[in-house]
């Protein structure tokens, strides 16, 4: 069974950095686009980074510049490196990654959500 593990949420100081990092496991035969989302309770989710499988990257305004993600295919993991952070990146983050099963079949995974919290 497919799944994403996510790691490297903690409390952290306003311009400090954070590494978060995802792995995908569990009958993987092809992993398309990945990405990180964020999100608070009881608001949409909303996208932070995405990476395609060649390495072309997207991010949200509110992080350019600040973040980067980057994605290691040979181990079928995501990394985002989060720099100089802000109270407003306080969220929980998931994981997300576009995968083909061992039946040939795409489908988008979500990890379980790690904590990011920035104090100020």
């Known amino acids: 069974q497919v799944q994403l593990v996510e790691s490297g949420g903690d409390l952290v100081q306003a311009g400090g950095s954070l590494r978060l990092s995802c792995a995908a496991s569990g009958g993987v035969f092809g992993i398309g686009g990945m990405g990180w989302y964020r999100q608070v309770p009881g608001k949409q989710r909303e996208m932070v980074a995405i990476i395609g499988r060649s390495g072309d990257t997207d991010y949200t305004d509110s992080v350019n510049g600040r973040f980067a993600i980057s994605r290691d295919n040979a181990k079928n993991t995501v990394s985002l490196q989060m720099n100089r952070l802000k109270p407003d990146d306080t969220r929980v983050y998931y994981c997300?990654?576009?995968?083909?099963?061992?039946?040939?079949?795409?489908?988008?995974?979500w990890g379980q959500g790690t904590q990011v919290t920035v104090s100020t």
């Open positions: 997300y990654a576009r995968i083909k099963d061992s039946e040939g079949y795409w489908d988008d995974y």
